[in-house]
């Protein structure tokens, strides 16, 4: 319930971002089309904001193969090509996590539509203060008829880093679009019984979708 409750939340905020941003963005190019002095050339300035959706898809290793993320970054433009950032977000592991990054983007052009290369890196707070995760001791191999164990842990959160590529299509000088494929790994830890610490990777291919404004 609660996580169906955040989605709808982001989901209400995506949908009033984009209203608001397609208002702004018609009130601009209108008052661009009276005042030709005041066209722009759709580039990025100062500090702005990047807010995505996306899914971290291509793993078995747990019970979502396709878990939901969010996550809104403040960027500032040090350059044409260059900008940097931080930001959070939210995902849907086993767990809920808030993952707190870093961002560093180089944009190929300094134009209205260009490719750009990326790494994210930063930690993943856990929301959870108990989880049931799969125990398996290298013992228990030897007997036949095996089944996995699950013990109620605390989770810690983890590291994570996340290169990438994407593309990004300006509207006009304070809206755009950039959608993006990134590869993202992702350390988790927890405690479990008798002071075991329990550590669990994974990989999953990362694809966004979201929109640039001022």
């Given at each position: 319930?609660?996580?169906?409750?955040?989605?709808?939340?982001?989901?209400?905020?995506?949908?009033?971002?984009?209203?608001?941003?397609?208002?702004?963005?018609?009130?601009?190019?209108?008052?661009?089309?009276?005042?030709?002095?005041?066209?722009?050339?759709?580039?990025?300035?100062?500090?702005?904001?990047?807010?995505?959706?996306?899914?971290?898809?291509?793993?078995?290793?747990?019970?979502?193969?396709?878990?939901?993320?969010?996550?809104?970054?403040?960027?500032?433009?040090?350059?044409?090509?260059i900008a940097l950032?931080?930001?959070?977000?939210?995902?849907?592991l086993e767990e809920?996590?808030?993952?707190?990054?870093?961002?560093?983007?180089?944009?190929?052009?300094?134009?209205?539509?260009?490719?750009?290369?990326?790494?994210?890196?930063?930690?993943?707070?856990?929301?959870?203060?108990?989880?049931?995760?799969?125990?398996?001791?290298?013992?228990?191999?030897?007997?036949?008829?095996?089944?996995?164990?699950?013990?109620?842990?605390?989770?810690?959160?983890?590291?994570?880093?996340?290169?990438?590529?994407?593309?990004?299509?300006?509207?006009?000088?304070?809206?755009?679009?950039?959608?993006?494929?990134?590869?993202?790994?992702?350390?988790?830890?927890?405690?479990?019984?008798?002071?075991?610490?329990?550590?669990?990777?994974?990989?999953?291919?990362?694809?966004?979708?979201?929109?640039?404004?001022?």
């Amino acid at each position: 319930m609660i996580k169906q409750t955040l989605f709808l939340f982001f989901a209400l905020i995506m949908s009033f971002t984009i209203a608001q941003a397609q208002t702004n963005t018609e009130l601009t190019l209108s008052t661009q089309a009276n005042n030709p002095e005041l066209q722009t050339d759709f580039m990025l300035t100062g500090v702005y904001n990047i807010t995505t959706l996306g899914v971290l898809s291509g793993s078995s290793q747990n019970r979502q193969s396709a878990p939901f993320s969010f996550q809104s970054l403040m960027m500032y433009q040090l350059d044409p090509n260059i900008a940097l950032g931080i930001g959070m977000g939210i995902e849907f592991l086993e767990e809920t996590y808030l993952p707190i990054v870093g961002d560093f983007r180089y944009y190929m052009r300094g134009s209205r539509f260009s490719p750009f290369v990326f790494v994210q890196s930063g930690y993943s707070l856990p929301t959870d203060k108990t989880a049931n995760e799969n125990i398996v001791y290298d013992y228990y191999s030897i007997w036949p008829g095996y089944y996995p164990q699950y013990e109620e842990v605390k989770p810690l959160g983890g590291f994570m880093i996340n290169p990438g590529f994407g593309i990004r299509h300006m509207f006009h000088s304070d809206f755009g679009m950039e959608i993006s494929f990134s590869y993202r790994h992702q350390n988790l830890n927890y405690d479990a019984a008798s002071n075991t610490r329990i550590e669990a990777d994974y990989n999953r291919l990362n694809i966004r979708i979201g929109i640039l404004f001022h």
